[in-house]
């Protein structure tokens, strides 16, 4: 089956609701007003979310989270529970949870790494460089799958 299309005003409501998460990543944000403010209801913004974005809202929101959180755990100075709670999160377990399936480590760890090699990088390229990026799931002991490199994404070549 295909997939339905989008009007350009649909996707002009579904970007406004984007830029919302993108801004107002660490406040209390739920399906329910992200749909207001894409004017839907918050089964058809879901499911046209995901067919626009390829991932659901509340993915796409804790991506957001992570990548300042890295950010800011790169910083040292805030301990993960602050950085943890700055970034919107209600629970420690959770937030590290989804850090580590994203990152491939624990914030504990990310954080205390050296990241001295970021600080001559452009914030928005250093902001790129460290995006978060789902990791392919693999069994127990098998070894994660190898990311391509920027250069690899931008000629369109397929991911491993």
């Known amino acids: 089956m295909g997939r339905m299309t989008v009007d350009l005003d649909e996707l ?8 919302r998460m993108d801004r107002e990543y660490a406040l209390p944000l739920d399906v329910e007003a992200l749909a207001r403010t894409a004017f839907m209801s918050s089964a058809h ?9 390829s991932e659901t809202p509340y993915s ?7 990548e300042r959180a890295k ?11 602050e950085v943890c709670f700055a970034v919107g999160c209600t629970s420690l377990g959770s937030f590290s949870a989804r850090f580590a399936e994203l ?5 504990s760890a990310y954080r205390v790494r050296d990241h001295g090699g970021l600080r ?20 127990p002991g098998a070894e994660p799958a190898a990311e ?6 931008a000629a369109g070549r397929p991911r491993p």
Do not use: H, N, W
């Open 12 to 19: 002009r409501r579904l970007r406004r609701a984007r830029d």
């Open 45 to 53: 913004f879901s499911r046209r979310f995901k067919e626009a974005y």
């Open 60 to 66: 796409y929101l804790m991506t957001r989270r992570i």
């Open 71 to 81: 950010a800011l755990l790169r910083r040292g100075d805030l301990s993960v529970t």
């Open 103 to 107: 990152v491939g480590e624990s914030p």
């Open 120 to 139: 001559a990088v452009p914030s928005c390229q250093a902001m790129r460089a460290t995006r978060p990026r789902r990791r392919p799931e693999a069994g």
């Open 148 to 153: 391509p490199s920027s250069f690899e994404e």
